[in-house]
């Protein structure tokens, strides 16, 4: 039973965002229903794809929830689903969706069939233009400050930030306004952009107030930490290290593990400045890495790694993805929020559950993202509570669809 | 009244992921009180600062919240902090923290205070090890996949992403768990850790399938959009655009507009693959890029910008953050998210506030970071409820301080 057992949300959606923030709650517990076109949504062939053209990405990003086949472009689809939106319950009537569409999903069209419904909404910007991550982040700025120090060009993270942003807040804002309906007795819509959460964004990292206030341009500073000290390294392995000497004790640390404290203080000295002080490490961060470039380079990753953590040293390696999952028992069942899931048409293979742990809610392995269809039947019977006579008809229509039995059998 | 209004939490944190939760919810209405050493804590100074050496980081993380300058480090300092946070009240007793010390903040102290405390820690990583965005984000391997397509060297973002993640999973893990003693009576102790964050990511976005299942190496791809068609080019003004064919319909808009549909059909016979198909377009994303570039090179972003927006193009300019908010109405006070706020000692500056739109709960105008000790006197009094003789003592032994009478002054 996880912590938000009871509670149930009907999703539409495609993509990161409000894809991931279903996963969350029904990760968390939630009875997460999906609705899905018979052939599969907007994403349902996604990148990264099996060789079978099965995607990686929509399983990911669909785990635990369940999903109704149906046909939301025809009348009596639509009909379905706001009945299945607007279920009764006290804790039900929460919907959240990037695919709004007037006349149907909106708000006001809900709130016709239960006044309290709960809408979170995502789109892309306040003018109701399409934007995704990739628009909204050059967009911001992020990319010019993104890259090696000698580099003109913008680079774009490879980690669609925004959009796990997002998502995260679709989920704090649907469980504020379920909140504040039970205190309220009265449902709203939540509408929030994706290029509202990075401008925000902006403000919030002090940014606005770097370009507003002190009038500097922020440049390119390759992977060192900014504001402070936190550089990479070759080691003689060949291997990349990062290191981080962002608070008192963690630069203190460092330089006492590297044996480097007496050269941190004649550099100070020879430079005028207070390396205890965060902003003068910033300052002085290629000279304290020509410090410490020597030290690293005589010495292979397996020469320190023991001593370091020993020594309370912020630090990491750099890996590509296949040496993290190679390497790192963080990325293996050695991790509880870690299991092995076989997941329909894919096989089985390392997933993650949610990285919460709760004390009194215990932990629950994830599931697998459901067939498209795979809970139609019981979807219609227990919620659209409709009579099993007019569901048959519902499948002679093509209205609704489910998995062939076989596969039915293979995913249950 | 925001949609949170009457709830209590405390917060004891530094960087961005913690104080970046207490202030989303402060934004949200919450009464969010963070303890503060009376000289500042971890990142009181943290960059980007003023000339004079107020942090704007600082100030955009803890907008609107009430602060106690309390020295933690005294046992009287911690009875009254742990009397705070285990304050009465159904809607209190609520404490987000990434410096939980065992002994005074750990969830076992604080429940001996108030049986159902709620706690939400975030720490490094599940060994008690420190971890931060800029090593986390080596670890996983995201820096081995960013950055331009004939590099070797791995690009870190400059986005704290995993820290802005994280921060709001401690709003909904907060919100998850107020919800749940509301209505089993329970408070609980909740933990995440940065590292879990971003190595779950790995699995919800497929990475982990795509090593494990297909055996495949991710690569560099510059800013080209994964897995359909996005990439950028560079105009005959100089500027560098985003444009966007991920859907069908963004990819039809994109040729359409372009005049690009026939020779992209021809290009399509010619390598035998169907465009159509969103991995079709990954795999030829080289050949559509020669096709489109010569057509943006000759353009001026002002010569399509208008045609764009009105054929529905999915599309962006490159910005630095300084263009950003020179040339960005989003990025203004047009936008109703932002405000023009006087923060003291910095000056007035745009500053974001929530987000969110609610139907319900009217957007309240962005407010200042409180000094540090604002409103160590009225907590003092109105919630850990010291008389007014014991008051004055705390402030006589150092124990608690304030700003100056003129700097408060100033502030309120």
Chains 1, 2 share one sequence.
Not at 93 to 120: E, K, P
Not at 277 to 285: F, I, L, N, P, Q
Not at 349 to 372: C, H, K, M, Q, V
Request: proline share 6%.
């Amino acid at each position: 039973m996880g912590i938000l057992a009871g509670m149930r949300v009907v999703e539409s959606s495609a993509f990161v965002a409000v894809p991931l923030a279903g996963m969350t709650l029904a990760q968390m517990g939630a009875d997460v229903i999906r609705f899905d076109l018979p052939q599969g949504g907007l994403d349902y062939t996604r990148w990264p794809v099996t060789r079978t053209g099965q995607s990686l990405f929509w399983a990911g990003l669909n785990k635990g929830k369940r999903s109704i086949a149906i046909d939301v472009k025809s009348p009596r689809g639509r009909e379905i689903a706001q009945q299945i939106i607007c279920a009764d319950g006290p804790d039900a009537g929460l919907f959240i969706t990037n695919l709004a569409v007037a006349g149907w999903t909106d708000h006001a069209t809900l709130a016709a069939h239960r006044a309290d419904i709960c809408t979170v909404t995502l789109r892309g910007d306040r003018h109701g233009r399409p934007a995704v991550d990739y628009t909204v982040n050059p967009a911001v700025g992020f990319p010019s400050v993104t890259g090696p120090e000698d580099s003109r060009d913008p680079v774009a993270h490879a980690l669609p930030a925004w959009d796990c942003i997002a998502g995260n807040m679709v989920v704090s804002g649907l469980l504020a306004t379920e909140r504040h309906r039970l205190r309220s007795g009265t449902g709203q819509a939540v509408d929030l952009t994706l290029k509202d959460v990075a401008a925000a964004m902006l403000g919030h990292l002090g940014i606005i107030g770097e370009v507003q206030i002190n009038k500097t341009r922020r440049e390119k500073a390759g992977n060192a930490l900014y504001g402070a000290y936190g550089q990479d390294f070759i080691c003689a392995d060949g291997r990349r290290i990062m290191v981080v000497g962002l608070t008192k004790r963690q630069w203190k640390n460092l330089l006492a593990v590297t044996g480097m404290a007496e050269a941190a203080g004649a550099l100070a000295q020879a430079l005028g400045v207070d390396l205890a002080d965060e902003g003068a490490r910033w300052t002085a961060r290629h000279a304290i890495t020509a410090l410490l470039a020597p030290w690293f380079a005589a010495r292979r990753v397996a020469d320190f790694a023991d001593m370091f953590d020993r020594a309370g040293v912020t630090w990491s390696v750099f890996r590509t993805f296949e040496d993290a999952l190679a390497d790192d028992p963080d990325l293996s069942t050695d991790n509880p929020i870690f299991d092995t899931v076989t997941q329909p048409g894919i096989g089985s293979y390392l997933t993650p559950g949610l990285p919460f742990s709760f004390t009194r809610t215990p932990r629950e392995a994830p599931a697998p993202a459901p067939l498209i269809g795979q809970h139609t039947e019981a979807i219609l019977s227990d919620i659209a509570r409709l009579p099993d006579t007019e569901i048959a008809a519902l499948f002679d229509a093509g209205i609704v669809a489910q998995p062939s039995k076989s596969d039915l059998k293979l995913a249950s």
